[in-house]
């Protein structure tokens, strides 16, 4: 059988203890003690007889008529006795230890919103008969309500789509009431640039289609989110390397008999792309016409610059059709001995790793 910690008890409860204990001695009418608490959090809710053990005697939690716990000289719920609400069944529990110090206090593990109400710890068999009433309030939090609160949207659906626009996320929310509110967001949680939403109402109903430029490699989330009902839903879509985008291009520096050249090899892509050489200033370096082989539709593309100084230089692969880009740096010097030297650092979609480049004397 599961327990509650057994450690000694919030400031609150303790306050909430002595202000129904100060009440019920002044007057027959206890007090109602009010807590509120955030849902799925565990409440704690206060009773105590008096300092001496109540080991041996009966007291009964109750909302409305609803039987919340029992305890009748140790035996209770959670030891098999029948009687219990199944709406509290298995989530609530009593100190065992406690007892021993007449504290008659239960937790409710993971709240509900539909546990907010008034209970009453009664000692039913003590005279004078004691009772103390706890006014709980469980304050609902954004969370899945599918399938059941009414009008939950359910999880949408989320595909990429290729359109004249190029790559789009698209997030599809059917059947939603009331109108939801609809996001997409990358891995970090930022919120994506987006087209207007697509709302379509039908009998109070709602459709919602929203679509967001696809610009990068990563995990990415529409999120649904309905305030008035407390409800939100997501699904995520991973989106890896596009079909047909390019791979990290190869770069190198080799020695022709027009001098040193720095070269860029790109191969297997479509749609065909454009390449640049650029120095470490962004500046796009003059190059020769690129050698462009078309194979099935796929695009082979080979870029040679003319290496006029050191520098530090980027290969920038560029295929704005399915918005993507991908480069590859390499640092070359051309000292008096004419050895070209060359360490270069792949960049694919933020991804960096270290390459060796070839070298010719």
Not at 226 to 248: C, K, L, M, R, T
């Amino acid at each position: 059988m599961f327990h509650p910690q057994r450690k000694t008890m919030d400031p609150l409860v303790c306050l909430c203890l002595l202000t129904w204990s100060a009440g019920t001695a002044a007057d027959h009418s206890p007090p109602v003690i009010k807590l509120v608490v955030m849902e799925t959090s565990d409440a704690i809710l206060p009773c105590s007889l008096s300092t001496s053990s109540i080991k041996e005697e009966l007291f009964d939690w109750k909302r409305d008529r609803q039987e919340v716990f029992l305890y009748d000289k140790r035996d209770e719920y959670n030891n098999g006795r029948p009687g219990q609400d199944p709406q509290f069944k298995g989530r609530v529990f009593h100190f065992p230890e406690a007892v021993q110090s007449g504290n008659a206090s239960i937790v409710i593990r993971n709240t509900q919103v539909s546990d907010s109400g008034t209970y009453t710890c009664d000692f039913p068999r003590h005279q004078p008969q004691r009772r103390s009433r706890i006014e709980l309030l469980i304050d609902p939090i954004l969370r899945n309500r599918y399938p059941g609160v009414k009008g939950a949207a359910p999880e949408p659906s989320v595909v990429t789509l290729k359109t004249d626009d190029g790559m789009l996320l698209q997030c599809v929310v059917r059947g939603a009431s009331p109108q939801p509110k609809v996001e997409w967001k990358d891995s970090a949680g930022n919120i994506l640039p987006a087209k207007e939403p697509q709302v379509t109402e039908r009998g109070g109903s709602y459709d919602v289609i929203l679509q967001a430029p696809l610009t990068k490699t990563d995990h990415f989330t529409c999120v649904v989110t309905q305030e008035d009902i407390n409800h939100q839903i997501s699904a995520d879509i991973y989106v890896g390397p596009f079909n047909g985008a390019a791979p990290e291009p190869s770069v190198k520096v080799v020695k022709t008999k027009d001098g040193e050249l720095l070269q860029c090899v790109v191969r297997g892509v479509s749609p065909q792309p454009k390449v640049e050489w650029k120095d470490s200033a962004g500046n796009i370096l003059p190059a020769k016409e690129p050698q462009v082989t078309e194979r099935g539709g796929s695009y082979d593309v080979i870029l040679q610059a003319p290496l006029t100084k050191t520098d530090h230089f980027t290969c920038v692969v560029t295929q704005e059709d399915i918005n993507h880009q991908i480069s590859a740096d390499t640092y070359a010097r051309n000292d008096s001995t004419g050895l070209v030297v060359g360490v270069f650092v792949p960049i694919i979609l933020l991804v960096v790793g270290f390459v060796l480049v070839q070298t010719e004397l």
